[in-house]
């Protein structure tokens, strides 16, 4: 990139006087950015969330790279919708980018309803619902689910196993 030249531009010139510019090399990737130019023969690379979540809104998420060069981008952080956990980026943000190229969010699916036990974690945005069996009874299957808390969902309710001298009336 064009940083200058050797002599000052403004002054008495009293002789013939050759001005050579000065140049620095740009780094192998440069954020996108306002007023940022991409420079020839560049390509650009653009991390995106699909549509199952959200970029961060100051991440970083748009680069003009060096073709010739290997890099590695950090891809910006991911809030994944409800029912949905970012996983990974679709392609190693550490490579040689020949081309421009899109890199794209892979999460995982989660269903409406998740018996409790079967993820390591609650899922963001759902809601736990326990079933107990009060203080006449046994509970016999699943007793605790995650729930979608923007979705319409019916449950299956565990087996209730009353005590004697009591009836389950559910």
């Known amino acids: 990139k064009l940083t200058g030249w050797d002599t000052e531009l403004s002054g008495t010139f009293t002789a013939d006087k050759t001005i050579t510019a000065k140049y620095d ?26 549509g ?33 956990e970012f996983n990974r980026w679709d392609t190693s943000a550490a490579n040689t980018f020949k081309e421009d190229k899109v890199i794209k969010a892979v999460y995982t699916t989660y269903g409406d309803v998740i018996e409790a036990g079967s993820v390591a974690k609650k899922p963001a945005g759902y809601v736990t619902v326990t079933f107990l069996a009060g203080s ?9 689910y995650y729930v979608n808390s923007e979705k319409s969902v019916t449950l299956k309710a565990p087996s209730v196993d009353a005590d004697a001298g009591f009836m389950h009336m559910g």
Not at 29 to 39: L, Q, R, W
Not at 58 to 81: D, M, Q
Not at 136 to 144: C, R, V
């Open 136 to 144: 006449h009874g046994t509970l016999s299957g699943a007793a605790k």
């Open 52 to 84: 199952n979540g959200t970029l961060s809104a100051a991440a970083k998420s748009k680069y003009y790279v060096n073709p010739h060069k290997s890099v590695t981008l950090t891809g910006p952080s991911v809030t994944a919708n409800t029912g949905y």
């Open 25 to 50: 090399p740009y780094t192998d990737f440069i954020e996108a950015a306002d007023g940022v130019t991409k420079p020839s023969g560049y390509v650009t690379v653009t991390f995106s969330a699909g």
